[in-house]
Nanobody
Framework: VQLQASGGGLAQPGGSLRLSCDVT????????MYWYRQAPGKGREWVAT???????TYLESVKGRFTISRDNVKNAMYLQMKSLKPEDTAVYYC??????????????WGQGTLVTVSS
């Protein structure tokens, strides 16, 4: 199982970016999916979760600005980020709970994509 995150880059304050995460490999099902981030010099921080049924939860500081979504057919996840702030600068990681067979599930991490918010 591999997770590939993409879509990072440079954005101006107030700008937008859309991150994508593709899950590939031997997949029976994908349960919860997550975005985490790690800002320079700081620890890793949870950003958002989406269940297979598309129930979503967010870090308080991104509520109303970020939207997590998924495509269960493509085994993909997205993070639409709007009204970006310099404090959103971080490496963003996608994480998924992937079952390779019924009852055999593990969390897998992608390699991260860098988001830089700066004027």
């Amino acid at each position: 199982v591999q997770l590939q995150a993409s879509g990072g880059g440079l954005a101006q304050p107030g700008g937008s970016l859309r991150l994508s995460c593709d899950v590939t490999g031997i997949i029976f099902s994908v349960d919860n999916m997550y975005w985490y981030r790690q800002a320079p010099g700081k620890g890793r921080e949870w950003v958002a979760t989406i269940s297979r049924g598309r129930v979503t939860t967010y870090l308080e500081s991104v509520k109303g600005r970020f939207t997590i979504s998924r495509d269960n057919v493509k085994n993909a996840m997205y993070l639409q980020m709007k009204s970006l702030k310099p404090e959103d600068t971080a490496v963003y990681y996608c994480v998924a709970s992937v079952c390779r067979s019924e009852g055999s599930c593990d969390n897998f991490w992608g390699q991260g994509t860098l988001v830089t918010v700066s004027s």
